[in-house]
């Protein structure tokens, strides 16, 4: 059984940054995918970003340019370095797990429907 445990999340004032880590382990075959997502209140869950095995990268245009996923393999932890963050984007921060290959979905930004794993989530709070 895959687990993930996100951590990293708090309070940062408009502008400012922030990087979250998610610490995954279980069978290696069943998270060939790592994805983070977002979910404010009242809203669905959005794509940010996922990293395959080899790390190969895909983004949300929400996320281009400002955030960058990467992954640490030795110590099984999946990181987002976000930057310029906004207050629209204060919510709860998800990192999930597949094991399907990132590449096998049609879009760069990467669809809550594809991921069988989940962590509980860390709160990020952008405040103006």
């Known amino acids: 059984q895959v687990q993930l445990v996100e951590s990293g999340g708090g309070s940062v004032q408009a502008g400012g940054a922030l990087t979250l880590s998610c610490a995954v382990s279980g069978p290696t075959r069943s998270r060939n995918c790592v994805a983070w997502f977002r979910q404010a209140p009242g809203k669905g869950r959005e794509g940010i970003a996922q990293i395959d095995k080899d790390d190969s990268t895909r983004y949300a245009d929400s996320a281009k340019d400002r955030f960058l996923i990467s992954q640490d393999t030795a110590k099984n932890i999946v990181s987002l370095q976000m930057n310029d963050l906004s207050p629209e984007e204060t919510a709860t921060y998800y990192c999930?797990?597949?094991?399907?290959?990132?590449?096998?979905?049609?879009?760069?930004?990467?669809?809550?429907?594809?991921?069988?794993?989940w962590g509980q989530g860390t709160q990020v709070t952008v405040s103006s």
């Open positions: 999930a797990a597949t094991p399907l290959r990132c590449y096998a979905t049609a879009h760069d930004q990467p669809s809550a429907g594809a991921f069988r794993y």
